[in-house]
């Protein structure tokens, strides 16, 4: 069980270095990608005669992250929402693999879920139910409340 609960926990630390992580790297390390104004004709001409420099190496690269990014919110969303509606999500083609690795993470995630208790156990041991419920449970089995419920007077 314990195992069955760190794998879930490290399952959604990686759905969430993915969700958060990629986009604050990218936005903190290379900042906004795409040009503020759109080029001139002679920045075009310089590009064309310099096409592969390191800046645009960089820029290129940070265009493709927020692109995987993109990709991979739509296949959590797909995920989530096929999870909670219980049917098949249509497969991407361009993004089988990724489309696998996060239904995989959100598998892991829901599969622990279970495992982590949702309500404390009585302390008791007797299951013996306490407040208003159980005053109406004693009236449907009895027809009348029971003394010992606090329902008398």
Known sequence: MLGQL?????????????????????????????????PTGEQWLDWGRQPLTTDFVVKAMACAGWLIWALIVAAVVAEIVARVARVDVPRLRLGKPLQAVVAGLI?????????????????????????????????????RESCTSGGCG
């Open 6 to 38: 760190m794998s879930g926990i490290g399952s959604l630390a990686g759905l969430l270095l993915l969700l958060v992580g990629l986009p604050l790297g990218l936005a903190r390390f290379i900042g906004w990608p795409l040009p503020q104004q759109w």
């Open 107 to 143: 598998g892991a995630v829901v599969i622990s879920l279970p495992a982590l208790p949702l309500a404390p156990a009585d302390p008791s041991g007797l299951g013996v139910r306490h407040g208003p419920s159980a005053r109406h449970a004693d009236r449907a089995v009895g027809g």
